[in-house]
């Protein structure tokens, strides 16, 4: 089974991280949650992720300060040793959940498109895919 690595970013409250880790147990296999928690006290949260820092990138998370958090963070998992080229990264927006199985949708998904994501045109007509969902191979990402 792929390995699928879970990208998140919370800043200033941990209101969300109990019911994401919930939501991921429940719909998703074979998973690791990679994540920073920036003005969040970690000693209460750390164990549940596999991965959880501070950023040390100050800045407006509403800003391109969380891509550049996602673009760090992502750079830790694509280096970690574990990690294969066919592996799945998820990038969830820290208030997104799965509320069904996921695993066979990404599959089967990945399999036609190397990229897939949620679009929010109505958000200032972006488009870019958006981190409240975006998914790909490993592979891809160290192409791009």
Known sequence: ???VHILTVHVR???WIRPQIDYLHKNVKN???????DLIDLEPIKNNFDFCES???????????????????VDIVVSHKDTSDDDVL????????????LNNFIESKLNDYPLIA????????????HP???????N?????
């Open 31 to 37: 998973f690791k949650i990679w994540s920073f928690c």
């Open 132 to 138: 409240s969902f975006t998914a790909c191979r490993v």
């Open 90 to 101: 998820i990038f969830l927006d820290s208030d997104s959940f799965p509320v069904k199985p």
């Open 118 to 129: 949620i679009q929010r045109v109505e958000n200032a007509g972006d488009v870019i895919p």
């Open 55 to 73: 950023s040390k990138i100050v800045g407006r998370p509403e800003t391109k300060d969380h891509f550049l958090k996602l673009n760090k963070l």
């Open 1 to 3: 089974m792929t390995k």
């Open 13 to 15: 409250t941990d209101k």
């Open 140 to 144: 891809f990402w160290r192409d791009h």
